[in-house]
């Protein structure tokens, strides 16, 4: 009987989570017409959604719905645009691959000011807060890449990077694996996880992360939340598999727990606002209202990145598409 009544219970558990049905967004943006773009660079201020591409272009999408081409880069080194900020009217665009390059563009004058090259530095993400700029990237000669710039200058320079585990590299999914909280520089890493962090200019301090030792292993994203901080990741090469993805702390990194019944697969983005939180990749997204304690599948498409916009939560998905959800 006890065993009949196991069984009964975990298969209505497995039809309830399958019967879930997703929840269309309020609405979509088709910004680009493009077979196989998508953006994984993402960000937004009051008045416009700024996207990255695989395509080397950087589009607009406005408050009012229109779409605007803004940059397009036909040549490598920036073709692959994997992260941006906007700091004080500037949108830094940074492009990776085997040579790296941050380009300074003025949103006013639709201009680009300065290109800064990073030659045999493949970038991983930037974060800025209190007048500096932290970027990040992958190890060169047993040592992370690390630079950082003053928000008036905007000119990088090295500092100093602790050493790399053997097999331990960065993931650039979203640009979301690199933070400013306060006066301290964050960074996530994958191959061999783990959290670095750097307290004014101190030395470098690591945590270990309860991911899978494998090259394909770690978080590809993080989110740092008022009173909980979350990674998500995963093995983006066994994208439906939903065990040690999603992992809470509460004590600002020093101890991560996994989050129950959360994901359904490898995540490559994680962000919030309050108590709402969400994380999306190849095989949906994912959708918590109480900090993590519950979640609910919302989409079955494959998303790359996202970001919060006004009262919006957006997704950046395959083939040109944007998905915007209510908060």
């Excluded at 196991?6 to 269309?24: D, G, N, P, R, Y």
């Excluded at 004058?109 to 300065?114: F, G, H, L, P, V």
């Excluded at 200058?153 to 990077?161: E, Q, R, T």
């Excluded at 979203?174 to 520089?185: A, L, W």
């Amino acid at each position: 009987m006890k065993k009949w009544l196991a069984s009964f219970t975990l298969l209505f558990l497995c039809f309830s989570i399958l019967a879930q049905k997703e929840k269309k967004p309020a609405f979509t943006v088709q910004y680009s017409s493009v077979p196989k773009i998508h953006a994984r660079a993402i960000v937004a201020n009051e008045t416009s959604i700024y996207l990255g591409t695989n395509e080397g272009s950087v589009f607009e999408v406005a408050a009012n719905g229109t779409k605007s081409l803004v940059l397009n880069f036909e040549k490598r080194p920036f073709r692959e645009l994997r992260d941006m900020l906007i700091v004080n009217e500037k949108l830094l665009v940074m492009a990776s691959g085997d040579t790296s390059a941050i380009l300074i563009y003025n949103i006013n004058t639709r201009k680009i000011e300065r290109t800064q090259i990073f030659n045999g530095v493949f970038l991983d993400g930037l974060a800025e807060e209190k007048g500096k700029i932290f970027a990040m990237g992958d190890p060169v000669n047993g040592y992370f890449s690390l630079f950082e710039a003053d928000e008036t200058k905007l000119n990088f320079v090295p500092v100093k990077a602790p050493k790399a585990a053997i097999g331990e590299a960065a993931f650039a999914a979203s640009g979301t694996s690199v933070h400013r909280f306060g006066q301290t520089n964050y960074f996530f890493t994958g191959g061999t996880p783990h959290m670095y962090y750097q307290a004014d200019y101190a030395e470098w301090k690591k945590v270990a992360l309860p991911y899978s030792p494998c090259a394909a292993c770690g978080p590809y994203s993080a989110y740092l939340g008022e009173n909980r901080w979350f990674i998500a990741g995963g093995n983006y090469t066994e994208p439906n598999v939903g065990d040690k993805t999603l992992f809470f702390s509460d004590d600002k990194g020093m101890s991560w727990n996994e989050c129950p019944n959360s994901s359904t697969g490898y995540r490559s983005v994680i962000f919030g606002q309050g108590k709402k939180v969400f994380t999306a990749g190849s095989n949906g997204i994912d959708y918590s209202k109480n900090n993590g304690k519950t979640w609910k599948k919302i989409n079955n498409g494959n998303y790359v990145a996202g970001t919060i916009y006004k009262n919006w939560a957006v997704f950046s998905g395959m083939n040109g598409k944007l998905v915007f959800y209510k908060l």
